[in-house]
């Protein structure tokens, strides 16, 4: 029973998977579409996670371009990122030891139907239930919207979910929707604030499913 109990949902930037060349290629050629110069990783690392529009007015980019800079972005990125993304160390071990226990999901601010494919290259698309990307929702990360639609497709309640992830914005949309947040300080996030702001911590996803499977056993 415990197996069918338990709950593990994951991001997928700085979770699972390390996408970050795809990204500023994108941005580059998102940006060079259109003869503007790109700004430098320093100033697009910090923001992953965020949705990809907000991204770009962040970045300075006039509200009325956006969704063609998105446009351009979207089809860059779908051309390169199986090539120039890499699963994070220990990702694949840890989502095959937690479907020996757990239902699995994905709630990402990526685009839901390019992580799909992204996730199918890996081979490892098959171990999650739902997958719930930027088109799939109105609202994103904190807000708990994403969250919940994974647990409605699932058709379960959040009272044995987790929700892995790497940011303040995994923390705070599974607080929001009453469920256990897990933080990794491997990936974009910066540590201090998510141990200032979360139980429970890891330094990366294996270590953090195997905590899990521990606690699903008392």
Do not use: Q
Request: proline share 5%.
């Amino acid at each position: 029973m415990k197996r069918r109990e338990t709950v593990i949902l994951f991001d997928l930037d700085g979770t699972l998977i390390d996408s970050t060349e795809a990204i500023l290629e994108s941005f580059s050629a998102a940006y060079g579409e259109f003869g503007t110069e790109a700004p430098d990783a320093g100033a697009i690392v910090p923001m992953i996670g965020i949705p990809l529009g907000e991204m770009f007015v962040r970045l300075g980019v006039d509200i009325s371009s956006v969704e063609r800079y998105v446009a351009a972005y979207k089809r860059h990125y779908r051309e390169i990122s199986r090539d120039k993304t890499v699963l994070l160390p220990g990702a694949r071990e840890a989502i095959e030891e937690a479907a020996e226990f757990a239902r699995l999901g994905i709630v990402t601010t990526k685009t839901g139907r390019y992580s799909i494919e992204l996730m199918e290259h890996f081979g490892l698309m098959n171990r999650f239930e739902v997958l719930v990307g930027s088109e799939d929702v109105k609202k994103h990360k904190p807000h708990p919207e994403p969250i919940f639609a994974a647990l409605e497709k699932m058709e379960v309640s959040g009272e044995h979910a987790w929700m892995i992830g790497d940011t303040l914005m995994d923390v705070h949309a599974a607080r929001a929707a009453g469920i256990r947040p897990y933080a990794l300080t491997c990936g974009y996030g910066k540590p201090e604030e998510l141990k200032a702001e979360c139980k429970h911590i890891a330094p990366d996803i294996k270590t953090a499913v195997v905590n899990i499977r521990l606690k699903s056993l008392l």
